[in-house]
């Protein structure tokens, strides 16, 4: 019983200590990164001086009630909702007082390491509306990166060294799950992945509510074998077979 403790004892360090942070303003960007040598997904926060690389189940992006308009009179939007309907758009271009996120492949590991490009997945979607990600092309129509009520999964590619912002929409307030994983393929022919959860808010509401729903997507490993999680899982599961076995041949 004393190693079953110690082994419950090892996993608390693996869950998120630190306090859930809000960003309504200002910018950031999802990206991979190389966080103490493992390929990973997190939220780089430019709000704080210097910039926060931020673990995405300790964040949330909010979308508040300065995103909110209309939709507009105009046939290349309608996927967007009937004119008129109020949406919250996180807009591509900066706007003050509105959150700013983007998507970036430019930590310095990354783009040294990766081949050409990294993958970006959207598994999933948890939430009360219909969630869209889309561009303004240079000719000003939309180009649509994800849609919600599209099958999953949907990906892009993103070229490394590269830096981009979008158009992040939401037809109905409340919280927003985003069960995103990004993969790419190493110079050394090795291939590593992540699979997170991007938690946004749409609203003026409780953001609170985020962090009330269980993640849809469990960290995964970066391809050099199982997360540390699984192992001492794994080993108490071990240890309480073990621990059965002898009571009951000590019973007998």
Same mark, same amino acid.
């Given at each position: 019983?004393?190693?079953?403790?110690?082994?419950?004892?090892?996993?608390?360090?693996?869950?998120?200590?630190?306090?859930?942070?809000?960003?309504?303003? =200002?910018?950031?960007?999802?990206?991979?990164?190389?966080?103490?040598?493992?390929?990973? /997904?997190?939220?780089?926060?430019? &709000?704080? *001086?210097p910039e926060t690389w931020r673990d995405l189940d300790a964040v949330v992006v909010q979308a508040n009630g300065k995103a909110k308009i209309a939709v507009p009179n105009d046939p290349a939007y309608q996927f967007l909702g009937k004119p =008129?309907?109020?949406?919250?758009?996180?807009?591509?271009?900066?706007?003050?007082?509105? /959150?700013?996120?983007?998507?970036? &492949?430019? *930590?310095?590991?990354?783009?040294?390491?990766?081949?050409?490009?990294?993958t970006w997945s959207l598994e999933g979607v948890q939430g009360p509306g219909t969630f869209t990600l889309f561009l303004n092309s240079d000719f000003g129509k939309p180009h649509e990166v994800f849609d919600s009520r599209k099958p999953f999964p949907q990906q892009t590619g993103v070229d490394v060294n590269t830096h981009v912002?979008?158009?992040?929409?939401?037809?109905?307030?409340?919280?927003?799950?985003?069960?995103v994983a990004m993969t790419a393929k190493l110079t050394d022919g090795t291939t590593v992945t992540d699979r997170r959860t991007l938690r946004i808010y749409a609203g003026d509401g409780d953001v609170?509510?985020?962090?009330?729903?269980?993640?849809?997507?469990?960290?995964?490993?970066?391809?050099?074998?199982?997360?540390?999680?699984?192992?001492?899982?794994?080993?108490?599961?071990?240890?309480?077979?073990?621990?059965?076995t002898v009571v009951v041949r000590k019973r007998r």
């Open positions: 019983m004393k190693l079953l403790a110690a082994l419950l004892l090892a996993v608390a360090p693996l869950a998120p200590a630190a306090e859930p942070v809000v960003i309504s303003n =200002g910018h950031v960007d999802l990206g991979p990164r190389f966080a103490d040598g493992r390929w990973t /997904v997190q939220l780089r926060d430019d &709000t704080t *001086d =008129g309907q109020s949406v919250w758009v996180i807009p591509q271009v900066q706007q003050d007082g509105i /959150v700013w996120p983007g998507w970036n &492949t430019q *930590d310095r590991e990354v783009a040294t390491r990766v081949d050409r490009e990294v912002h979008g158009n992040w929409t939401f037809d109905t307030q409340g919280a927003y799950l985003l069960d609170r509510t985020a962090f009330a729903t269980p993640a849809p997507a469990a960290a995964q490993s970066d391809g050099s074998g199982l997360e540390v999680w699984w192992f001492v899982v794994g080993a108490v599961v071990l240890v309480l077979a073990t621990t059965g």
